[in-house]
């Protein structure tokens, strides 16, 4: 079972609501979060700092968020990576905490805590957007070490905003390194019950969706932009979950919505709006500015409770808000890509 060193810090952000009771003198009561909380390991990220940035611009590195990913050093010491990469830090994430101990690594990455360089800084995991196929590579290895998932295969897909989903199996991977597997299909949802596979979604405005069912043993990872969502890619995945054996409905079962864009910034066209609220009334929305917009994790979360979900968590961070944490197509268009990755931990994992 993959552990945290240390207990949540004050400088530890939670993506999930406030905890229940009374706000501020006349606000109404807070709501009870609706799942596992997401919380930033092993703090939120700052401002990134490119790769060969003299040391004294990095921040001090925090120490590794999770004990399993790498040889043991006391919780609290400060230690980072050691060898070239020494003085980065370990690249934060947001990680449904509450999953950990029931046997599910379910986590979103940031931009920061990697080794590209402009305009990828830094923490790109995409391999087909521009950035140094390497660079990429080594920020996988960087992230999978820190999630405590270090050599196991990701399964991923080439994302092309469709309603399609499709089951992973590690003899469908094929050759080459753990993270870097050739896409199994073209599709934009992963389903799987097999322990020891990442699946794995990359977005930078788009929703990363992550299911979960500990009991049943069930994972699955949708990717969710405005043509997928028109389309049912939510549902599609909702369905491929359970006849895997998931239940939606379970006790145990939680939907993960990543950080996406945002409808204070999701400006779009009329007919594109409609074209979404026709089927989710919930995602029309306006900027800040009062032009059309979309709420792309709003709809997410329709289609999930419309599919059995009972408990779903959302982020609530817009990624083209901050530049500081997220890559954004719609703000940078040439830029990297984050993930939202879910694995089952293999038995026997310590």
Not at 192 to 211: F, I, S
Not at 260 to 275: F, K, L, M, S, T
């Amino acid at each position: 079972m993959t552990s945290w060193t240390s207990p949540p810090s004050s400088s530890a952000e939670r993506g999930a609501p406030a905890p229940p009771g009374p706000g501020p003198a006349g606000a109404p009561t807070r709501p009870a979060p609706a799942g596992p909380g997401l919380v930033w390991r092993p703090a939120p990220p700052g401002p990134p700092v490119a790769a060969g940035a003299p040391p004294a611009a990095r921040p001090a590195p925090p120490g590794p968020p999770v004990a399993a990913a790498r040889p043991s050093t006391a919780a609290g010491s400060g230690a980072g990576p050691a060898g070239p990469d020494a003085g980065l830090g370990w690249p934060p994430v947001l990680v449904a905490e509450d999953l950990l101990g029931q046997g599910v690594v379910a986590a979103f990455s940031s931009r920061a805590g990697g080794l590209g360089r402009p305009p990828y800084q830094s923490l790109n995991l995409g391999l087909r957007v521009g950035d140094e196929v390497r660079t990429a590579l080594a920020n996988r290895r960087r992230l999978a070490n820190v999630l405590g998932l270090a050599g196991l295969p990701w399964a991923t897909v080439r994302q092309v905003h469709s309603a399609t989903a499709v089951t992973a199996a590690r003899d469908q991977l094929g050759h080459g390194p753990p993270e870097a597997k050739p896409a199994l299909a073209e599709a934009d949802a992963l389903v799987t019950a097999e322990a020891g596979l990442v699946l794995v979604v990359l977005t930078a405005d788009c929703v990363p969706v992550l299911l979960v069912d500990p009991a049943g043993r069930v994972t699955a990872a949708v990717h969710a932009g405005w043509r997928g969502l028109a389309a049912g890619v939510v549902e599609a995945a909702a369905a491929g979950f359970a006849g895997a054996g998931g239940d939606p409905a379970g006790a145990c079962a939680v939907a993960l919505i990543g950080p996406a864009i945002g409808p204070c910034c999701y400006e779009v066209g009329p007919e594109v709006r409609d074209a979404v609220a026709a089927r989710y009334p919930v995602a029309a929305a306006t900027t800040r500015a009062g032009r059309p917009s979309l709420d792309l994790a709003a709809a997410v979360a329709e289609a999930l409770r419309r599919s059995g979900f009972e408990r779903v968590q959302t982020a609530g961070e817009c990624t083209l808000d901050h530049p500081d944490r997220f890559f954004s197509y719609r703000r940078e268009g040439t830029t990297g890509r984050q993930a939202g990755l879910v694995a089952l931990t293999p038995a026997g994992t310590p």
